[in-house]
């Protein structure tokens, strides 16, 4: 009556034996180490390298405890974090910019472990300490820039079919080209309309001449936004990438705003500086023939001439440029600091994909004896970094950017035109920085509450059901167990308000089993035998346990589906608890039971208090 089939026994120790080897690394705690991964996404890691990155550990005589290759690179352990250090300064001297080499900590479980897929836990921003942003993305611009780029596509289409026209020009959001002759005009409308099918096309007079203005659609509007968001999660994970963070989280949060954390970072200052600017690069041309002192006077105080804008450089000279943009920085494939051998000043080498380099041939070929202006813009201000004369046609898709402070300036410039040009400026409205020791409290106080909360429920249930009790206990150590090691084969980021998703789960879990315990009770107390009284208690409790956790798991999901943040993580552990303790409190604890009781050919008393 109360005995398992062996295959059920079976699976019983199984699940608890793995429970075993996957919840274990976590117990090992967490060295220093180094990741060293290829710079470029698209680049395959050289399987000659961990013998090259332990040739160079030897010839430094850098002592280290392991190191190993994964999917994701070369992984070094180290014994101090002083030592970490230095062995990331050497490496990346020796393996230059081809490689990033990131600070990083690894599980100190051993290689047969790690060799079973068995890892521990990620802790989260709150738990290992780190940085916290809040990014808002500027939505309004990413439309302005849009509606920009239309211009010079509008008039590079009306020029390629020989269409007359009198000027393009924008107005917010909205472009306007201008015609004397409505034939002219709709020529212009069906290319325009048949290039463009996401703009709305309308029709204005002005005077004697005709008006085509072209807005963007909802549709495309949204579309914009929605790949400006995009675009800027993708670059602030290729500059967390420059910046060596080996698991960050970065979020889309609302329609507008991103949500940056990243654990473990030493070095906060400089995570802020990178993440915060927003450095774009644009090529355009100098109006010379505008350049008089009279118009650079009247455009320094806001009155620049039709078509051109006005901006200071380094000098604080004031320069007048033309609006339409020959190149912007989305064309970079990299960029890096350099020297220039004449002056000796730093420079950044940028390197241009092959539409751009096309683009840029053209414009050189076209405005021999011109000056041609390079311009950085960052959180909205425009700086001219430098505006030489174009002395002959440049092919090849290089270009040298002088005009750098130092090799400091030289080599952040470098970091953000390589990590790509954001879609839309972004401003930082929420920091958030937790040091380590705050993280170790954290982590000491969950782990307290937890303990803490799992003694007095065991004295309790011990003291009221004596055996029984002590069964629960088992069963309920056996959730405990199951959970972390779920958590960890899934690599699940651990949170503080996980640790608390923890603690409710052994207070739920317990529910379970006081069910079944009382139940059985009931059942000898009806004069049942013992055997038939345990076999009832379980059977007969099981559908209420079952709608009680259902509902519970309802609600779990809920917040899953539609919390973020740390309420999607509480609900995550909270789910999984309710499963795991479904498990424990019925399965395992019977399959316990059946081991004392059920092979008892004659049982008069049952210790269940």
């Known amino acids: 009556m109360n005995r398992y089939p062996?295959?059920?026994?079976?699976?019983?120790?199984?699940?608890?034996?793995?429970?075993l080897v996957y919840?274990?690394?976590?117990?090992?705690?967490?060295?220093?180490?180094?990741?060293?991964?290829?710079?470029?996404?698209?680049?395959?890691?050289?399987?000659?390298?961990?013998?090259?990155v332990e040739g160079i550990f030897k010839q430094e005589n850098i002592p280290f405890d392991g190191i190993y290759q994964d999917s994701r690179g070369i992984k070094a352990r180290f014994n101090n974090t002083d030592t970490q250090i230095k062995a990331k300064d050497v490496l990346q001297g020796h393996l230059g910019k081809d490689y990033t080499v990131a600070l990083n900590l690894l599980s100190r479980s051993p290689d047969w472990l790690r060799n079973l897929g068995a890892k521990p836990m990620y802790l989260g921003l709150d738990l290992r300490g780190g940085v916290h942003f809040l990014l808002q993305v500027d939505m309004k611009a990413a439309?302005?820039?849009?509606?920009?780029?239309?211009?010079?596509?509008?008039?590079?289409?009306?020029?390629?079919?020989?269409i007359s026209y009198g000027g393009v020009t924008r107005e917010g959001q909205t472009v306007q080209i201008r015609f004397t002759s409505s034939t002219e005009l709709e020529k212009a409308r069906k290319i325009i309309s048949k290039e463009y099918p996401d703009l709305t096309l309308t029709e204005k007079f002005d005077g004697e001449n005709r008006l085509l203005v072209t807005s963007l659609s909802l549709l495309e509007q949204k579309r914009?936004?929605?790949?400006?968001?995009?675009?800027?999660?993708?670059?602030?994970?290729?500059?967390?990438?420059?910046?060596?963070?080996?698991?960050?989280?970065?979020q889309q949060q609302g329609a507008d705003r991103v949500v940056v954390q990243l654990p473990g970072v030493q070095d906060t200052a400089k995570a802020k500086e990178i993440l915060g600017r927003t450095a774009t690069l644009e090529i355009r041309m100098v109006d010379e023939e505008?350049?008089?002192?009279?118009?650079?006077?009247?455009?320094?105080?806001?009155?620049a001439p039709l078509g051109d804008e006005a901006f200071?450089?380094?000098?604080?000279?004031?320069?007048?440029?033309?609006?339409?943009?020959?190149?912007?920085?989305?064309?970079?494939?990299?960029?890096?600091?350099g020297v220039n051998s004449q002056t000796g000043q730093s420079v950044v080498n940028v390197t241009l994909d092959g539409r751009g380099a096309r683009i840029f041939q053209q414009a050189t070929r076209e405005n021999v004896g011109k000056r041609m202006a390079i311009l950085l813009i960052e959180k909205g201000n425009t700086e001219v970094v430098t505006a030489p004369v174009i002395n002959e046609e440049i092919g090849g898709g290089r270009v040298q950017i002088s005009g750098m402070a130092n090799t400091q300036e030289a080599t952040d410039i470098s970091l953000l035109l390589r990590a790509g040009a954001l879609a839309a400026p972004m401003d930082i409205i929420e920091e958030r920085t937790v040091g380590p020791s705050m993280g170790e409290e954290n982590i000491k106080r969950g782990m307290h509450s937890t303990l803490w909360g799992f003694a007095a429920i065991a004295i309790f249930m011990i003291i009221y059901y004596t055996l029984f009790g002590g069964i629960s206990v088992l069963a309920l150590s056996i959730n405990l167990l199951l959970l972390v090691?779920?958590?960890?084969?899934?690599?699940?980021?651990?949170?503080?308000?996980?640790?608390?998703?923890?603690?409710?789960?052994?207070?739920?879990?317990?529910?379970?089993?006081?069910?079944?315990?009382?139940?059985?009770r009931e059942e000898l107390r009806n004069g049942n035998t013992p055997q038939a009284a345990i076999h009832a208690g379980y059977d007969r409790a099981w559908d209420t346990i079952l709608d009680s956790n259902i509902t519970t798991l309802i609600a779990g999901l809920a917040l899953f589906m539609f919390g973020s943040g740390p309420i999607k993580g509480f609900a995550v552990v909270h789910v999984l608890g309710i499963l795991t303790s479904m498990f424990s409190a019925v399965v395992v604890s019977r399959a316990v039971v059946n081991a004392i009781y059920g092979y008892r050919r004659k049982t008069i008393h049952v210790a269940i208090g």
């Open 290 to 303: 505008k350049s008089d002192a009279a118009t650079l006077e009247k455009a320094t105080q806001g009155q």
């Open 224 to 250: 914009i936004q929605d790949f400006a968001l995009k675009q800027n999660i993708q670059t602030l994970h290729n500059r967390i990438n420059e910046l060596g963070v080996a698991e960050p989280i970065i």
């Open 23 to 52: 919840t274990v690394p976590n117990f090992f705690g967490e060295s220093p180490a180094v990741q060293i991964t290829p710079a470029k996404n698209s680049a395959k890691l050289d399987p000659e390298l961990l013998a090259q």
């Open 6 to 19: 062996l295959w059920k026994n079976i699976v019983v120790v199984l699940m608890i034996f793995l429970g």
């Open 485 to 520: 090691a779920i958590l960890s084969m899934l690599q699940a980021t651990l949170t503080l308000p996980g640790l608390a998703a923890v603690a409710l789960t052994l207070g739920m879990a317990i529910d379970a089993n006081v069910l079944i315990n009382e139940r059985i």
């Open 143 to 162: 439309l302005d820039k849009a509606s920009e780029r239309f211009v010079g596509d509008f008039r590079t289409a009306l020029r390629k079919e020989r």
């Open 312 to 337: 200071k450089d380094r000098e604080g000279r004031t320069i007048l440029v033309k609006k339409n943009v020959v190149l912007t920085g989305d064309y970079i494939t990299d960029a890096g600091p």
